[in-house]
């Protein structure tokens, strides 16, 4: 007779279930926001690269 199939909700151990979320690390916190380029930024940016303009 073949022994009952184990399923993964059946074995010990595991991490519990987080109740909220924890803060963030000082690291995460000390990261600074991504630069937004201007119009002008974007467009002289997109000029100097022909490869990225959509266009094939």
């Keep these: 007779m073949k ?3 184990k399923r993964l909700s059946d074995l ?3 991490s ?3 109740g909220t979320f924890a803060k ?3 690291k995460v916190s000390r990261m600074k926001p991504g ?3 201007t119009a002008a ?3 002289a940016f997109l000029a100097s690269r022909p490869d ?3 266009k094939s």
């Design 16 to 18: 519990p279930k987080p």
């Design 41 to 43: 930024e974007k467009a």
């Design 12 to 14: 010990p151990g595991g």
């Design 52 to 54: 990225l303009t959509g």
């Design 24 to 26: 963030p690390t000082p």
């Design 35 to 37: 630069k937004t380029l």
């Design 3 to 5: 022994p009952p199939v």
